[in-house]
Nanobody, 119 residues
Framework: HVQLVESGGGLVQPGGSLRLSCAAS????????MSWYRQGPGNERDLVASIVRSGGGTTYADSVKGRFTISRNSAADTVYLQMNNLQPEDTAIYYC????????????WGRGTQVTVSS
């Protein structure tokens, strides 16, 4: 079993930056990918960025390419989301997500962290 805990959300002005962190614990060795999703008011939960835990390959939603960067630490148990040039439309709850390597239908979610972009 895997536990995910997010941190780093907050209020930022348009054009500002934030860095989110997601710490994984438990059976971390079983994780295949770690991702960030977000859910804005009245919207569905959408994929923002994803990283392969072992190889480091990344994917991004078109809306954040060039502004957001996903990365992991050397132990591959913490994932970061560096968000630059934030805009009001980035306002959402950001959730950390992990997918199991052996059973890709097995997934885990964090509780989420609020990001608000407003002047």
């Amino acid at each position: 079993h895997v536990q995910l805990v997010e941190s780093g959300g907050g209020l930022v002005q348009p054009g500002g930056s934030l860095r989110l962190s997601c710490a994984a614990s438990g059976t971390v060795f079983s994780i295949f990918t770690m991702s960030w999703y977000r859910q804005g008011p009245g919207n569905e939960r959408d994929l923002v960025a994803s990283i392969v835990r072992s190889g480091g390959g990344t994917t991004y939603a078109d809306s954040v390419k060039g502004r957001f960067t996903i990365s992991r630490n050397s132990a591959a148990d913490t994932v970061y989301l560096q968000m630059n040039n934030l805009q009001p439309e980035d306002t959402a709850i950001y959730y950390c997500h992990a997918r199991d390597y052996w059973n890709t239908s097995l997934t885990y979610w964090g509780r989420g962290t609020q990001v608000t972009v407003s002047s």
